[in-house]
């Protein structure tokens, strides 16, 4: 009981010290000459300009005149690149994984009809999070905030949040689903019971089994919200890695006609031709290369250049406890471009790519005139971990480059004072 209390106390004055999420406003601003990956069709252009204004990207080009009052930024060549993707993640529902109350990402109504895609974990996101720092500072500017399993392999509803302080979603709500080895105790310790339960909840979300059956898995609202999926409404997100599972899945999302993403795919190469035939994305754990359990016999650093050659599009994600580690998705991209995967590809897959697989390319993903300014500014090659982001801009506005990582590393390396360093400000 004291070590807990004591725990919370720590979690509580992390959160009194940590910094703010909300940025300051937003200003016009122009940077000169930059190595601008535009992340789209306009590829990457040498000693470029952008001019921003009003949270808007303005021009892209050279010689670009600044306007009155305009924040100049030289960027002496170095590579503008927009706002990384954060991978599928709990930033902003969870604070450290290890104490309960910090954590809102699944729901567990074991007793209670415990199949609820109507749980959207959006409404627990935490925009003043002490973690939404610690990935700004590493040039992150959005996310997949996932719901995690709780009692149910179907998880729930998460969205895609901005880190730039907005509580809400941007675009379309995605439904997470696990399937395979680590699915099987929500389904009587059978795969095969999987596909069993996912016919009956589509059979009830089609009206095919009366609102009032006594072995009803879903609450009206449940039924509503897994009807608009199966509507085409919003993406699924199936987290599955063996190769016969994915065929599987292949084959049901073309019988029910549902638009599905996958997310973890260890084996997905061996199946990359039917992905690719089916325009099925995929997000990869480019950590993943010894085989953790017997879905994942086929794990391979080439999962991600396979995939890609087959013609599947290619993002990243990460395996455990993803919330405190997005910054190691850069990382995850350059171990897949040193594994064959082409760097323009690498770099789309942490940028257009999950913007377009998730619905809002039409705002952030790509560099292009009329899009939101969310960008990083970098030392060097991004995707290269010795290098680090400079400036992070979302909606045109300069996020500070600190968080309670850094507040702490500059005080503990600051010099003694008369009081020890825990009690200097």
Not at 145 to 163: D, E, H, K, N
Not at 349 to 378: C, F, H, N, S, Y
Not at 406 to 413: C, K
């Amino acid at each position: 009981m004291i070590r807990a209390r004591l725990l919370r106390r720590k979690l509580l004055l992390a959160a009194v010290l940590g910094v703010a999420a909300s940025p300051a406003a937003a200003q016009d601003v122009l940077i000169r000459q930059a190595t601008v990956h535009t992340a789209g069709s306009r590829g990457t252009l040498q000693d470029t300009d952008v001019l921003v204004q009003g949270g808007i990207i303005r021009a892209i080009g050279q010689g670009l005149a600044a306007p009155a009052g305009a924040t100049v930024v030289e960027a002496a060549g170095k590579p503008l690149t927009p706002a990384l993707f954060g991978g599928i993640s709990e930033i902003g529902v969870e604070e450290v994984s290890g104490e309960e109350s910090t954590v809102d990402s699944a729901v567990s109504l074991e007793h209670d009809q415990p199949i609820r895609p109507e749980f959207d974990v959006t409404l627990a996101f935490n925009p003043d999070s002490v973690v939404i720092p610690v990935a700004r500072v590493e040039g992150i500017g959005f996310t997949l905030v996932a719901a995690t399993t709780g009692a149910s392999f179907i998880a729930g509803q998460g969205g895609v949040m901005r880190l730039d302080g907005s509580a809400d979603p941007l675009g379309p709500h995605a439904l997470f689903v696990r399937l395979g080895t680590d699915a099987t105790k929500f389904s009587g310790t059978s795969r095969a019971a999987q596909w069993m339960l996912l016919d009956q909840l589509v059979a009830e979300a089609r009206g095919r089994v009366p609102a009032d059956s006594p072995h009803a898995l879903l609450t009206p609202t449940g039924r509503a919200v897994l009807a608009r999926y199966l509507g085409g409404q919003g993406r699924i997100v199936v987290l599955v890695n063996r190769a016969a599972d994915i065929r599987r899945l292949l084959r049901w999302a073309a019988r029910e006609k549902v638009r599905i993403a996958i997310a973890g795919a260890a084996e997905g190469w061996r199946v990359g031709p039917e992905l690719a035939s089916a325009k099925v994305p995929v997000f990869v754990d480019a950590f993943a290369d010894l085989p953790a359990d017997f879905d994942q016999i086929g794990a391979t650093l080439e999962n991600a250049a396979r995939l890609r050659q087959a013609g599947v599009e290619v993002s990243f994600m990460l395996g455990g406890d993803s919330t405190p580690n997005a910054r190691k998705l850069r990382q995850g991209a350059g171990i897949a471009v040193a594994n064959g995967l082409p760097w323009e590809d690498a770099l789309a897959g942490l940028t257009r790519v999950p913007a377009q697989v998730l619905g809002v390319a039409d705002r952030i993903g790509t560099l292009e005139v009329g899009k939101t300014a969310d960008m990083t500014l970098w030392s060097g090659d991004p995707l290269d971990v010795i290098n680090t982001a400079q400036q992070l801009w979302l909606g045109g506005r300069a996020i500070p480059m600190r968080s309670r990582q850094t507040e702490l590393r500059d005080r503990y390396l600051r010099a003694a004072g008369p009081l020890p360093r825990a009690y200097a400000p």
